[in-house]
């Protein structure tokens, strides 16, 4: 079995999904057998993949993301897709409450479980009690920012809450109004030579790297 990183957050719309697809084209740009595992039945993840298979078609210079779906009520038969790959990363819904065992049991066979926050008072009283199931299980977790704007007073008190409750991640993702844009073909703001945003995702990942030790 390879490295497995879990994107996890009961919070909906905190960025998992877009931080999915950045790790996965990151570990196949740098030359990593990578495969995604989207386990959440709206598709998000995959239905990108799918779109990035059709791009690559005319543009085969865009590096491979392989993404399969697979059911959180069969976790264990999803994550035999990952027996093969050097590294997995795996994208979930935001129910995490609704899937406890099954979320539970994914975080406690990956090296890494990722969550993204947004930082408003939202995200921490949702994430909050996440960190606590995961600190308590022993699981290796840290909180990633996402739309975070340095320049705002609340950005930083939210910081600082968040760092008292968790690990969180040294490098943030700014707010980033196109980072939707290349995801229309499959593609990621890493896909370009030259975008805003791409060095968080970069750094990001550089760190991810590390903690799971690739
Ligand atoms: N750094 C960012 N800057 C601007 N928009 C962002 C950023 N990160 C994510 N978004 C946008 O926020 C929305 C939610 O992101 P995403 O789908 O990754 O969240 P999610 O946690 O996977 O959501 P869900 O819980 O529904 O699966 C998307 O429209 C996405 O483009
Ligand atoms: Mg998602």
Known sequence: MGKIVLVSSPKGGSGKSVLARHLLVSASQAGLDVLGIDFDRQGTLEKWAQRREVTRATFPDFAVATVKSARLQDWRGG???AERAALTIIDTPPSVEDHLPAISM?????????????????????????????KKRNERSV???????????????????LVKIADVCPVEIPQLEDVHVPSSKGLTLLDYSKSRGQEPFEEVWAYVRRQVGL
């Open 79 to 81: 994550l035999r897709l």
């Open 106 to 134: 994914l975080a406690e066979m990956s090296d890494l479980v990722i969550i993204p926050a947004v930082c408003t008072q939202d995200d921490i009283d949702s994430v909050g009690p996440w960190v606590e199931v995961l």
């Open 143 to 161: 909180v990633v920012l996402n739309r975070a704007n340095r320049r705002t007073t609340s950005f930083a008190r939210m910081r600082g809450k």
